[in-house]
Structures are given as structure tokens and as C-alpha cells.
């Protein structure tokens, strides 16, 4: 509120092409650009912010945003709610036990609900279609075509084992189940599903299933904990262990591609492919040949990477974005937000939007970096 002085006239500002929208809280969910308005999740509230200028038109109770079919869905950890993309206003709300893992495909949203159900809602209405319980502790939800995946671990401590079950989207059915081996002290598993296959991670294990049968492809063990969801590019499954490595494997044998080795992993490992180049991001960040692995270009930041056109974009732990020529990885500009980043950059309209750790909503010239003023517009709010 310092920024205002009581009886003073503020000049408009100037245009300069890009905005900074401040937020009471932490901006954590990545930004959804759809046409004219942006909307972002913070702590504090989601946002309905105009695309060009900043301006907010609505503000609602704190949620994720996924948009989907026209319909704004504010994802939160007690639940989901339908939301009114042009008021803010609220269709349906439903609540659940610590929620996670959201999936809305199809007229649907499929949730994982507390440790121990998945649950499948009408999109339309909130109804709940259907509710089935997992063996064991629940992991992670995943979707293809009309088939919901689910994983889990039971048994006793030291003795666990990893499951995987697949269900009937419409019904909630099980149509399968397949043991995933010894999960040890480990999650319960990360799990990737396209319409070829389903990859699912136990510990040092990955498994390719097969969609309609559960039956395993291939199998392949690592010396280290594999840490994230695997990354489906094409015909390359992508896997980061707790050591650092990077694993490129065949998605139809599992045969090893090559592997990229870093000194350690940091938490923020990433993969993205554009242009016939494969960038990796954590320790350091790698562009590669997709195919023999050799390295193109690397720069010395421990940063999650993402690509839009000609230029890579990758977010460092001292909260600077860099923009790197995709080409050859020579710099075009940096933007310090003073906070940690809590979102990935998403590029519309010649615009990057990211959020921050404090509480700004970065509307960034894709050119230059530039950013433009706070507009300080929250006169129109829905609760």
C-alpha cells in the first residue's frame, strides 16, 4: 500500500509491452492463457487478469486453474470446483480428503482422493459417477484413451510391493492388475500412460505395460532411485534417477539410447524436445541429439527447462529467468524476480507469463525480457 500517496494523482503508465501483476500471496500454479484474460493461481486467490494489460476482471477463492472445453476448473487439495470463466463464479464445488493428481478428460474428473480412492465426477455437474478403493496405499492417477490408471503399494514396512490397476472410465471397473515388484521405502510410483503403453516406475524399476492387458513389455532396472514421471517423447521414454542421470530408452524395447550424467540431482529435473533437439534440465542444462545423445550445447545452470520456437527458457533456484537462443545457447536476456519461481513460463501473444514465489504475475516481453507496471486494478472481485 506504500506505493500510493492519499490526495496524489498517479500518472497513467507508460506502454512498455509486458505488465507485473502483484498478488497477496505466492502466484504457484502455472498461468492458462485463453485468448484475452489470463488466469493464475496464487495463495491468496485465482486471478482473471486481461492477457495485454494486467487489469484484473475477477478474483476467487485460491485454486489451481485448468481450462478445459471453454470451462475453468479450480483444482484445490480439499477438492474441485467448476467456475464460470467470464464471473468467477462458482457452477459446482465438490469437496474431498487431500486430493491429488487431477485428470479431466472426456466429460469427466478423475481424482485421487485422500490415501486410499480414486474418484470419477461429472465435468457438467459435480455428480460422482463412481468411487473405487486401491490396494494398499495410494500413488499416482494417470489417463489414455478410456482407461484410468492407478498405482499403489501394500504389504509391510521393508516388504512392500508396488501394484498397478487399470479401470474402466466410464464404470470405474477393474480391468487389470499387475504386480510391479519390490517398493521398498520408496513412492508408491510414478507413472506416465499414452495409448501405446503405460510406464510406471517402482524404486530402480520401470516397467512398460501393455494398455490392454497389464502384461509387462519390457523391464528395466537402474543402480539409483528413479525420482519423476517419466517423460513420452515420440518413440523415447525420458527418466531422471536421484543420482543426477538422464535415461533415454526405446519406448517400444526399453533398449538404452544413452544416458546423460550430472553431478547429483537437483530437484529440478526436466525434459523438453523442440526442433530436433532434446534440452535437459538440472544440474546444468543440456541440449542433445535426440537420438545419439551427443551434446550440442550446455550452459552452468541448475535450472527446469521449457521451449517456445527459437528459444529456451530455463528457470534457475536463484529465481532468474534466462532466455537462450535455442540454437546454439547464447544468451538474449535474463529477468531477476527477487523470489523462487513457482510456475513454468508460459509464452502467448508475444508475452511470457510466470509467476513467483513473491507474489508477482510476470508478463514478460518474449523479445527483450521487458516488464511493464503493476495496473493495481482489483476493483472488480468475486469470493
Known amino acids: 500500500m506504500a506505493r500510493y500517496q492519499p490526495g496524489e494523482r498517479v500518472r497513467p503508465p507508460e506502454r512498455t509491452g509486458g505488465w507485473t501483476h502483484l498478488a497477496d500471496a505466492g502466484v504457484r500454479d502455472d498461468p492458462v492463457v485463453d485468448g484475452d484474460v489470463v488466469y493464475a493461481g496464487a495463495d491468496d486467490g485465482l486471478y482473471a487478469l486481461d492477457a495485454v494489460t494486467g487489469r484484473a476482471r475477477w478474483r476467487s477463492r485460491p485454486a489451481a486453474p485448468i481450462l478445459v472445453d471453454g470451462v475453468l476448473y479450480g483444482v484445490r487439495l480439499d477438492g474441485v470446483a467448476a467456475i464460470d470463466a467470464a464471473t468467477g463464479r462458482m457452477r459446482w464445488n465438490h469437496r474431498f480428503d487431500a486430493a491429488r493428481d487431477f485428470v479431466i478428460k472426456d466429460g469427466s474428473v478423475y481424482a485421487g482422493v485422500g490415501f486410499t480412492h480414486v474418484v470419477a465426477l461429472e465435468a457438467a455437474t459435480g455428480r460422482q459417477r463412481w468411487r473405487f478403493r486401491v490396494p494398499g496405499d495410494l500413488g499416482s492417477v494417470a489417463m489414455a484413451a478410456d482407461t484410468v490408471y492407478v498405482s ?129 534440465g538440472g544440474r546444468h542444462l543440456h541440449a542433445l541429439d535426440p537420438v545419439s545423445g551427443e551434446e550440442r550445447w550446455s550452459r552452468p545452470l541448475t535450472a527446469r527447462v521449457s521451449v517456445h520456437e527459437d528459444t529456451v527458457f530455463a528457470q534457475d ?45 510476470y508478463a514478460l516481453r518474449a523479445t527483450d525480457g521487458l516488464p511493464g507496471p503493476n495496473p493495481a486494478d482489483l476493483s472488480r472481485r468475486t469470493w
Do not use: M
Open 152 to 280: 499403489s503399494q501394500e504389504g509391510q514396512v521393508g516388504n512392500e510391493q508396488g501394484l498397478l490397476s487399470a479401470l474402466d472410465a466410464k464404470t470405474g471397473a477393474l480391468r487389470w492388475r499387475s504386480r510391479l515388484g519390490a517398493a521398498n521405502l520408496t513412492p508408491a510410483g510414478y507413472l506416465t500412460a499414452t495409448g501405446e503403453a503405460v510406464f510406471a516406475v517402482t524404486g530402480t524399476k520401470v516397467a512398460a505395460l501393455d494398455p490392454a492387458t497389464g502384461k509387462a513389455r519390457w523391464r528395466t532396472r537402474f543402480g539409483d532411485a528413479v525420482r519423476y514421471d517419466p517423460i513420452v517423447i515420440g518413440g523415447t521414454v525420458y527418466l531422471g534417477d536421484l543420482a543426477g542421470r538422464t535415461y533415454a530408452l526405446d519406448t517400444a524395447s526399453g533398449e538404452e539410447r544413452w544416458r546423460l550424467t550430472t553431478a547429483g540431482d537437483s530437484g529440478l529435473w526436466s525434459v523438453a524436445e523442440s526442433r530436433g533437439v532434446v534440452y535437459v
Open 317 to 361: 533456484e536463484g529465481g532468474t529467468l534466462h532466455a537462450l537462443d535455442a540454437a546454439t545457447g547464447a544468451p538474449r536476456w535474463r529477468f531477476q524476480t527477487g523470489g523462487d519461481f513457482q510456475t513454468r513460463p508460459v509464452v502467448a501473444g508475444g508475452l511470457v507469463y510466470v509467476g513467483s514465489s513473491n507474489g508477482n504475475l
